[in-house]
Structure formats: C-alpha cells, structure tokens
C-alpha cells in the first residue's frame, strides 16, 4: 500500500479512487503480495525452528475460494469451523489432508464430511464431540487424527469475547477438573478408530505479547509429560492456536510474525526440557487475522454530511455495521483515509457512520481527519479479517464486491449480490 504522486491511495498497484469507480462501493479490497507475504514469514520462521512446523490459516478470518487457494499456495494448512468453510477450501482445491475441523459444535452431517474427506486433523472440544466421533469414525471403518482442546486457564490481555482459553469459557477440556485427562483415556481406548495426535490451546485474538504462548506451551508440554508417565502415550504435537495482533491504528504495535514463531518454539523447546520430554513436539499456529487483516482495505463512498454543532460532526458512509460489525461488537478503532487525498492534513473531528437504522452503526467514533465531502472516497484500513466473514445482509443491504489486487490488476473474488440476489432465499407461500 502506498500513495501516488497525485495524493491518490494504491493499494496492489491499483488507484482506491479508480477501483470504487470501476466495482462501485462499499468494496472489500485485498492485496494479494500481502497476503503471500504474511504467510512467507511463518515459512520463513519455521525453518529456523529446530522442530517441525504448520500453520494453519483460520479460514473464519476471511473464508473465499481465491483467498483460500492463494494460503493454500504458500504452504499454509487450513482450520474450518463448519461444512461452509470445509466445503470452500475443497472446492479452492485445499486436499481434506491439509484441514483441520474445529468449533464446540460439530454436526454429525460435518464430522461425517471430515471423515469422508480424510479430514487431516480434527480437533475435539468436548466429551459429546467425542464421543460422537468414535461413534462415527468406528462406523466408517476410518481412523481419525485429532487433537484435544485444551482450556488452560491462561488470561490474554484482549478483548472479552475473543480471549478464550480462560477458565469460564465455552471451548476445550479444563486441566484442573481432570476433564481433560479423562478425555485422554477415553481417546487412547478407541485406537482402532482414534489417533491422538497431541493438544491444542488457543489463548485468544488480538495479541501482542509472547507470555502468554509460552504459558500455554508450559501447560501442555505438562500435561504430556502426566499423559506420558500415566499412560506410556507420548503426544507429537502441541497447537498454540491463533492470536497474532495486527495494527488497526498507529497506537497498535504488533511484534513481527517471525519473532512471536521464534519465542513461541523457544518456549516449547524449554517447556519440553523442563518437564522432562525427550524429543520436541511439532508445534502448529492457527493463524487468521495477521494473514490477512492488514492486507484488507474497505472503501466507502461519502453520501451525507450533518454537523450537530458542539455534539458531533456526523459523516455517513455507504455501508457501516452490515458490512463491518467489528465496531458494533468489540468497540474496534479503525484508521479512515481520504482516497484521493491521503496527504491532507487533519482538520477536525469526525464520526463516520454506516447506513443502518441503527444508532450504534458506526464505523469510526471520532476520526481526526481533513473533512471528507459528500462524493469522495473513505477507506478503511486493516479490514481485511472478520469483516467480509462476519457480514450480515442487515436491512437488506448487498454485502460489498471484494476484489483482489497485485500489480496494478484488481480480480473479482467475490460479486455483490443484485436485488434478486437478496431476495433468492425468501419463498413466498402459495396461501398468503
Ligand atoms: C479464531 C481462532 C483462530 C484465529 O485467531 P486469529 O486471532 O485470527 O489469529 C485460531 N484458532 C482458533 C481455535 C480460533 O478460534
């Protein structure tokens, strides 16, 4: 991303002011060298890490056929949470092998899908999980890889809804009820259909430290060391999860990619010698908002402008909360940019709003920018994890086009919806 001589904003290659013109707005806008970017540098850590290494893309950052065929691209495995986001990755030609299966609630239509399509890693988040996979796997004459998900008690420093591996929290098997060592045993007695791979533990989002990796790898490699001397089963591998930060605004520092892998495989190689392993578990990252939220830029076009003198200076956007629920959920803060005049110095304070018939549809509470006028063009930066995905079609509107950008060309990967498209779903019955 970058600025053009005439203050326009690139991003790929390609002019934001031009790309609104040419696929309309709100656009969802994604830079491809980016992406490949952020995915090289896991690669790149991994083979400094003296155990092996994956990582997994969390496809519910931004699930798509052309994003998960670009991180397929760049060696990345791929986490889904449900038939759509299995189905999208098949489809991208992601082999079942290089899937994980994940979430608190799998179907049994979903764990059949995963067994059918040699799902690679299925990673079980509770006694009915379980159980209803021995169930299925035995039944298939299939044998099933999984992880267990483990809910350590670790406390990230993040937002509420997105720390989850506290003690009150809905994922995963306590370590200190011994729920988890239960469900150890109960996996170990299924091995005609069940293969234990290891434990997973994902702290949480949004993070900027390192501790609380090492925290988690500490627990783990504990728990396989108990695991190991109770049972003569010593687990291979250990998933850190997700949790990578990303900067939305200038405040925000996230540490590179490449530091946090290098602590987190130093923590794991300590962890292993201090609770006596005598090899190295392969260490696994599910990594979703640091592939591909910085590579993500929203544009908007400016369609009305209300100054309330001495309250607020409302400037309301084409989109909002339908197509970013970020703000509405989390209170997220977000960098808004003039598109055609990046270089503008700030002039006063603005809140830039969406067009739902919602007081909390916000995009940005109190932007201190140049006063952007009816027509221009805002873009939002550091949209590209958890905006497209988490759309609604609120009040009916059609979720933005996404497109993908490099080298001065831009590629549809995703279509705005038209009005037949919006009402495709609705039946109307023959009696009304
Ligand atoms: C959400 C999630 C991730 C990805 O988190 P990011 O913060 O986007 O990296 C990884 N693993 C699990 C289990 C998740 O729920």
Redesign the pocket.
């Known amino acids: 991303m970058g600025v053009a001589d005439n203050g326009h904003l690139m991003i790929g290659g390609c002019d934001a002011v031009e790309l609104a013109k040419t696929y309309g707005t709100p656009l969802y806008v994604m830079d491809e060298a980016r992406i490949r970017s952020n995915c090289r540098q896991f690669q790149l850590a991994f083979k400094e890490l003296p155990m092996p290494a994956r990582a997994?893309y969390?496809s519910?950052?931004q699930s798509n056929l052309a994003i998960a065929r670009l991180v397929y691209t760049e060696g990345m495995y791929m986490?889904c949470?449900s038939a759509g986001e299995m189905y999208t990755a098949l489809q991208a030609g992601v082999p079942g092998q290089r899937l994980a299966l994940?979430g608190n609630l799998k179907t049994r239509d979903e764990l059949m899908m995963a067994l059918e399509n040699d799902v690679g890693q299925i990673?079980v988040d509770g006694f009915d999980d379980l159980t209803l996979l021995i169930e299925l796997a035995r039944a298939a004459g299939k044998k099933a890889s999984i992880l267990l998900?483990l809910r350590p008690g670790i406390d990230a420093h993040t937002h509420q809804s997105?720390q989850?591996a506290t003690l009150d929290c809905k994922?995963g098997f306590s370590l200190y009820d011994g729920a988890a060592m239960k469900a150890v045993r109960m996996a170990l007695e299924a091995q005609d259909c069940i293969e234990l791979m290891g434990l997973?533990c994902?702290i949480?989002?949004?993070?900027f430290e390192t501790q609380p990796y090492a925290l988690a790898a500490d627990s783990m490699c504990e728990f396989i060391a108990q695991i190991g001397r109770d049972t003569g089963t010593w687990l291979k591998t250990i998933n850190l999860?997700?949790?990578?930060?990303v900067a939305y605004t200038p405040q925000d520092d996230p540490l590179p990619i490449a530091y946090m892998v290098r602590c987190a495989g130093e923590a794991v190689v300590q962890a292993a010698s201090k609770h006596g392993l005598d090899y190295l578990p392969q260490i696994e990252f599910?990594?979703?908002?640091?592939?591909v939220?910085d590579a993500g830029v929203t544009l908007y076009t400016v369609g009305a402008d209300k100054d309330v003198p001495g309250v607020r200076h409302y400037v309301a956007l084409d989109g909002g909360m339908a197509d970013n629920p970020r703000v509405a959920l989390y209170g997220s803060v977000y960098t808004p940019l003039i598109a055609n005049r990046v270089r503008d110095a700030a002039d006063g304070h603005y809140a830039l709003v969406g067009r739902c018939c919602e007081s909390g549809d916000v995009l940005v509470k109190d932007a201190c920018m140049p006063a952007p006028k009816v027509g221009e063009v805002v873009a939002l930066m550091t949209t590209g994890?958890?905006h497209a995905s988490m759309a609604s079609q609120y009040n009916r509107l059609a979720n933005p086009a996404a497109v993908l950008v490099k080298d001065g060309k831009a590629r549809l990967i995703s279509k705005r919806p038209t009005l037949d498209d919006i009402i495709a779903y609705d039946r109307l019955p023959e009696d009304l």
Not at 241 to 245: I, T, Y
């Open positions: 997994y969390a519910k950052a986490d949470v994940h990673i998900r997105i989850t994922f997973h994902h949480g989002s949004q993070i999860g997700g949790g990578f930060g599910e990594p979703g908002r640091c592939i939220g994890a958890y």
